[in-house]
Structure formats: structure tokens, C-alpha cells
């Protein structure tokens, strides 16, 4: 993800527990893809927590312990969580539902002072990572302040070949992430990595 939104222009902070590991991480994407000076700057989790917008992109497990560590400094931010409950159920994949319905809501819960937003949910990582061949696919943002979402929503639509949709408040996080493992189910069968379009609506995505 970080490359996308590099890929705009804009200048993103790589966090990681360990500043090391995200100097390697930048080093990485500069090697994939070179000539493109994409403005990525490695950082430990606290540098990237100071920018001024935060999507945090651990895996489920390890969301609270990371963004409770920061509450402070997310605190008036946007701050957006992409994670997905989901667990291997003998071959399958099949979502889980944490004590507040959705991971979302577990982030909203313990940062009260930060603007949460959920996005990014069903988007297929490798395809996702490719500058050369952008995505083309709906990403449904759900968010209860309602102007974090239409930021979100701004931003979003500057990626090549996304569209964000306003998929209303916190309460729908429950679905979008529960869908994450129907659609990972979706590419297992048809070896493929389908994304969302949503169909019916002004291609701007407005009402
Ligand atoms: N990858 C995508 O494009 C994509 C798309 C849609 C949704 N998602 C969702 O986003 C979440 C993250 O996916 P991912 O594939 O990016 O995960 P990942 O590669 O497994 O993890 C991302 C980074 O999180 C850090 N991390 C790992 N375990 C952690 C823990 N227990 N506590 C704190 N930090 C930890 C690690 O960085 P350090 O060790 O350097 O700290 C790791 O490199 C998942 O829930 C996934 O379903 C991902």
C-alpha cells in the first residue's frame, strides 16, 4: 500500500517495530521499482504514528497492542484500519468476530480521541503492490466522523484505479471485513485475485 500512495506523490512514512526492518522494506520497494523516486521514508512505528494521516496495516492480532501504544499521538488523526479477522477453518478461510463485531470498531474503542476510518479491507495484496498494472476496484470506506471518511474517500480516488465508496458508519465494518475471506474463497476457486466494483452507482461514486 505504501507504494500507491508513494506512487501519487505522496511522501510515506514505512513503520515497523523496528526501524531496521523498514529501512530494508524501503530499500526493497526502491529496487522494485527503480527510476520511480518514490518519496518512502522508513520509520519505527512511532515516527510513522506522527504523520499526519495513519493507516495501520498489522495483522489483527496485533492492532490493539499497536495503536494503543500510540493513542496519544493518533489522537485528532485520521486513522484508518485495513485488518481482517480471518482464520483457516481446515482448507477454508472464514472470518472471525471479535468481541466488538469488527476489528474497526476495536481500533474506534481504543483510540476515542482519533478520527477512525475502515478501508482498504478487500483489496488483493500482490496485485495491489504492481505500479505498473493498477487495480480496478471499489474500496468501501466506513467511518462514524462522517468528513474522516469523505478525506479518506478524496484520497482514495487519487489512486490509480480505486474508487472509494461511503459505505456509512462504523456499524458496517462488521460485513466489509467478514466478506475479506468469501472473497479470499472467490480467488482460491477461480485462481485468480478478484476485487469489489459495485455496480448501480454514478462512476464518480456521489450521490
Ligand atoms: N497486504 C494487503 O495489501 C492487504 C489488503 C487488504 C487488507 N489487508 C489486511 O491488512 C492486514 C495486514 O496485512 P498484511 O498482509 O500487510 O500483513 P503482514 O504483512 O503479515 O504484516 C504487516 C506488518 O505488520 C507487522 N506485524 C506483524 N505482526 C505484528 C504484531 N503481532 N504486532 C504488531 N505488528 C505486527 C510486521 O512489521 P514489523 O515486524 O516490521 O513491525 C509486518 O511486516 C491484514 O489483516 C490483512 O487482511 C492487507
Redesign the pocket.
Known amino acids: ?1 505504501s507504494v500507491q500512495f508513494a506512487g501519487i506523490g505522496t511522501e510515506v512514512v514505512v ?4 526501524a531496521e ?2 529501512a530494508d ?1 524501503v530499500k526493497e520497494l526502491h529496487e522494485t521499482w527503480p527510476g520511480r523516486n518514490l518519496p518512502l521514508v522508513p520509520g519505527d ?1 512511532d515516527t510513522a504514528a506522527a504523520a499526519d494521516l495513519v493507516i495501520v ?7 490493539l ?2 495503536v494503543s501504544a500510540l493513542r496519544k499521538t493518533l489522537a485528532d488523526k485520521v486513522v484508518v484500519s ?5 482464520t483457516r477453518w481446515g482448507k477454508d478461510m472464514v472470518p472471525l468476530l471479535p468481541p466488538t463485531g469488527s ?1 474497526t470498531v476495536a481500533v474506534a474503542r481504543a483510540l476515542p480521541e482519533s478520527r477512525v476510518v475502515g478501508a ?6 500482490g496485485p ?2 504492481d505500479l505498473d498494472h493498477p487495480l480496478d476496484a471499489d474500496v468501501m470506506v466506513c467511518s462514524d466522523d462522517r468528513s474522516a471518511a469523505r478525506e479518506m474517500i478524496a484520497l482514495i480516488d487519487q489512486l490509480p484505479g480505486l474508487r472509494g465508496i461511503d459505505a456509512g458508519g462504523l456499524a458496517s465494518a462488521l460485513a466489509i471485513e467478514a466478506l ?1 475471506p468469501a472473497l479470499l474463497e472467490v480467488n482460491r476457486r477461480y485462481k485468480t485475485h478478484a476485487a469489489l466494483r459495485l455496480t448501480g452507482l454514478d462512476p464518480s461514486g456521489q450521490q
Open positions: 500500500m513503520g515497523s517495530r523496528s526492518r523498514a522494506t512505528n496495516a498489522t495483522p489483527w492480532e496485533g492492532i497492542t499497536t485495513m485488518a481482517n479477522a480471518l476489528i482498504f479491507h478487500h483489496l488483493p495484496a495491489w503492490a475479506t
